[in-house]
């Protein structure tokens, strides 16, 4: 069974820093595209970045290029997103997802391209 499971999410003040994690289970998770994913209330879930199977390539959204990172560690089945500067407009459930890539470098960039999700972590920011 695929099993993806966020965790991190949590209240920080505006231009703080959080940083999420997602395990994996059920997957050969180092054959496995990376993404996370956002969704405020009354949005549609949006890209934030994604990571190729073997790190070699990180796709981002504009809105968070410079302050967002995302890594993963295939041994421990692990993606990460560290969230730096954080703003008003970054609150969001926060989700994983997962898809089997047959390129090192390929990272989709749409929801369609993601076959696996988590059931996301709440991030909030204050002001």
């Known amino acids: 069974q695929v099993q993806l499971v966020e965790s991190g999410g949590g209240l920080v003040q505006a231009g703080g820093s959080l940083r999420l994690s997602c395990v994996a289970f059920?997957?050969?998770?180092?054959?496995?595209?990376m993404g996370w994913f956002r969704q405020a209330p009354g949005k549609e879930r949006e890209f934030v970045g994604g990571?190729?199977?073997?790190?070699?390539?990180?796709n981002y959204a504009d809105s968070v290029k410079g302050r967002f990172t995302i890594s993963r560690d295939n041994a421990k089945n692990k993606v990460y997103l560290q969230m730096n500067t954080l703003k008003p407009e970054d609150p969001a459930v926060y989700y994983c997802?997962?898809?089997?890539?047959?390129?090192?470098?390929?990272?989709?960039?749409?929801?369609?391209?993601?076959?696996?999700w988590g059931q996301g972590t709440q991030v909030t920011v204050s002001l």
């Open positions: 059920g997957r050969t998770f180092s054959s496995d595209a």
């Open positions: 990571i190729s199977r073997s790190a070699d390539n990180t």
């Open positions: 997802a997962a898809v089997y890539s047959r390129t090192t470098w390929n990272v989709p960039s749409g929801k369609s391209g993601y076959d696996y």
